[in-house]
């Protein structure tokens, strides 16, 4: 009877402690929860997981996505080198892979650097379907010159990287859908693609003596902003739907005497003058490239004088439905944005978005659009929304040119910075101005 009480005990301890342990639940998952979980670890931690169990030996060759990260962790950099070298070998006879992302750290040496195109060739050949380039420090590493050249890619994201012509010529990827740049400098001449929906790019740089030309007959949205080198030359999208561009300080086409009429200040090397000939024959640089978009956000900074230089040969907006201007675009004289009133018939609402202090006027020069001598062709016009903190001197002379054009006091609200709460806004309707 003793013993039979003692295996009793035994067998309550051994309940006990099963029940502690646990069952293995996440081996119970299916294989394509498992296989989601594996793309989402860094490479070398999914190889890591054919030790767990039976059943875990190759779920790693038959992930969809690989994501291959920087040296940090590894004590030498050669065996990540050829582990690296390794996965991507073997991946290339097992499962297809839709996801591959490439995120290198600081750790990354120049020297380890010159694998990184083969690797991206690698990649390729696995006919990926969104390929992510990233780098960390803050120099940008040079692809390799080969044209790109992959059927299935539908998503590509590139940071801090240098791209050349090779690059940018996207006709080898014909399935191409997004394309994302960040903190990139394109040392080019040209960006195509006639396959191109989406292009987003922050904080590039473009060549500073040049103009890249950017040929996207397929594009419906395109994000522009923080860029600096020379202003692009955006050609004919007759597909664009919505379009958000600013334009700073660190633009080339930027003018240090932008109060001025005639410049030859050395830090912007007389820009009245050096336009470029290509601009000349070109006309616009980039408005034109905008004129088929139905919703547009524009922000200039004061000085940036391609942007007023376009204006002279403004093309009609036909489908322009929604439009954001900043107070670097409406400046002093409202001539922009009379001018785009005149040349959006189709024009819905209008939102003027001014900042918190009092902008520089804009440099004016010769050759510069008098949009006064045309007649207002907005006739669609029915909401305009004035962002504000106060309603001060240049809100009034907004609303006279405004109100010289026939636009009624009540379609015109005020938002303005409600104080007493540090955020959101109070609604003020227009039913009055005084103007000196």
Same mark, same amino acid.
């Given at each position: 009877?003793?013993?039979?009480?003692?295996?009793?005990?035994?067998? =309550?301890?051994?309940?006990?402690?099963?029940?502690?342990?646990?069952?293995?639940?996440?081996?119970?998952?299916?294989?394509?929860?498992?296989?989601?979980?594996?793309?989402?670890?860094?490479?070398?931690?999914?190889?890591?997981?054919?030790?767990?169990?039976?059943?875990?030996?190759?779920?790693?060759?038959?992930?969809?996505?690989?994501?291959?990260?920087?040296?940090?962790?590894?004590?030498?950099?050669?065996?990540?080198?050829?582990?690296?070298?390794?996965?991507?070998?073997?991946?290339?006879?097992?499962?297809?892979?839709?996801?591959?992302?490439?995120?290198?750290?600081?750790?990354?040496?120049?020297?380890?650097?010159?694998?990184?195109?083969?690797?991206?060739?690698?990649?390729?050949?696995?006919?990926?379907?969104?390929?992510?380039?990233?780098?960390?420090?803050?120099?940008?590493?040079?692809?390799?010159?080969?044209?790109?050249?992959?059927?299935?890619?539908?998503?590509?994201?590139?940071?801090?990287?240098?791209?050349?012509?090779?690059?940018?010529?996207?006709?080898?990827?014909?399935?191409?859908?997004?394309?994302?740049?960040?903190?990139?400098?394109?040392?080019?001449?040209?960006?195509?693609?006639?396959?191109?929906?989406?292009?987003?790019?922050?904080?590039?740089?473009?060549?500073?003596?040049?103009?890249?030309?950017?040929?996207?007959? !397929?594009?419906?949205?395109?994000?522009?902003?923080?860029? !600096?080198?020379?202003?692009?030359?955006?050609?004919?999208?007759?597909?664009?739907?919505?379009?958000?561009?600013?334009?700073?300080?660190?633009?080339?086409?930027?003018?240090?005497?932008?109060?001025?009429?005639?410049?030859?200040?050395?830090?912007?090397?007389?820009?009245?003058?050096?336009?470029?000939?290509?601009?000349?024959?070109?006309?616009?640089?980039?408005?034109?490239?905008?004129?088929?978009?139905?919703?547009?956000?524009?922000?200039?900074?004061?000085?940036?004088?391609?942007?007023?230089?376009?204006?002279?040969?403004?093309?009609?907006?036909?489908?322009?439905?929604?439009?954001?201007?900043?107070?670097?675009?409406?400046?002093?004289?409202?001539?922009?944005?009379?001018?785009?009133?005149?040349?959006?018939?189709?024009?819905?609402?209008?939102?003027?978005?001014?900042? =918190?202090?009092?902008?520089?006027?804009?440099?004016?020069?010769?050759?510069?659009?008098?949009?006064?001598?045309?007649?207002?062709?907005?006739?669609?016009?029915?909401?305009?929304?004035?962002?504000?903190?106060?309603?001060?001197?240049?809100?009034?002379?907004?609303?006279?040119?405004?109100?010289?054009?026939?636009?009624?006091?009540?379609?015109? =609200?005020?938002?303005?910075?409600?104080?007493?709460?540090?955020?959101?806004?109070?609604?003020?309707?227009?039913?009055?101005?005084?103007?000196?």
């Amino acid at each position: 009877m003793f013993d039979g009480m003692r295996l009793q005990k035994r067998r =309550k301890n051994n309940e006990a402690s099963t029940a502690c342990i646990g069952t293995d639940r996440i081996s119970g998952l299916p294989e394509d929860i498992l296989h989601d979980v594996l793309s989402l670890l860094p490479a070398h931690d999914a190889v890591r997981t054919c030790v767990l169990a039976r059943r875990w030996r190759h779920l790693w060759r038959s992930a969809q996505g690989i994501r291959i990260t920087g040296v940090m962790g590894w004590r030498d950099a050669n065996k990540f080198v050829a582990f690296v070298d390794r996965l991507l070998r073997i991946r290339r006879s097992c499962a297809p892979v839709e996801s591959c992302q490439m995120e290198f750290d600081d750790y990354f040496l120049p020297a380890q650097k010159h694998h990184v195109g083969q690797w991206i060739m690698d990649a390729v050949r696995l006919n990926v379907q969104v390929f992510r380039l990233s780098f960390a420090d803050l120099k940008c590493f040079c692809l390799p010159y080969p044209r790109l050249v992959c059927q299935h890619l539908v998503r590509l994201e590139l940071v801090r990287v240098e791209a050349n012509d090779s690059i940018l010529d996207f006709s080898g990827c014909p399935a191409l859908v997004v394309l994302r740049m960040e903190c990139c400098f394109l040392n080019a001449a040209k960006m195509f693609s006639p396959s191109l929906k989406q292009l987003s790019m922050f904080c590039c740089e473009f060549h500073r003596t040049s103009r890249t030309r950017i040929s996207l007959p !397929s594009l419906v949205s395109l994000t522009l902003t923080r860029c !600096s080198g020379r202003t692009p030359l955006l050609e004919c999208m007759p597909t664009l739907e919505t379009a958000i561009v600013s334009l700073d300080r660190d633009c080339k086409d930027y003018c240090i005497n932008h109060s001025t009429s005639v410049c030859g200040h050395y830090i912007c090397e007389g820009c009245q003058y050096y336009y470029g000939s290509d601009d000349n024959r070109n006309n616009c640089v980039f408005l034109k490239g905008l004129s088929e978009a139905a919703h547009v956000e524009f922000s200039a900074y004061p000085g940036v004088f391609v942007f007023h230089r376009d204006l002279k040969w403004c093309p009609t907006f036909s489908k322009l439905k929604t439009l954001l201007l900043d107070e670097g675009c409406v400046a002093a004289d409202h001539n922009a944005l009379i001018c785009f009133l005149q040349h959006s018939p189709a024009l819905e609402k209008l939102t003027l978005q001014l900042s =918190k202090a009092s902008q520089y006027p804009v440099k004016t020069d010769s050759g510069r659009y008098n949009p006064w001598e045309l007649p207002f062709a907005s006739h669609c016009l029915k909401k305009v929304e004035i962002k504000c903190e106060e309603v001060d001197g240049r809100v009034h002379k907004i609303l006279s040119s405004l109100s010289t054009y026939g636009i009624p006091l009540n379609h015109i =609200k005020i938002r303005q910075t409600n104080r007493s709460s540090g955020s959101g806004y109070v609604n003020l309707v227009c039913t009055g101005f005084s103007y000196n």
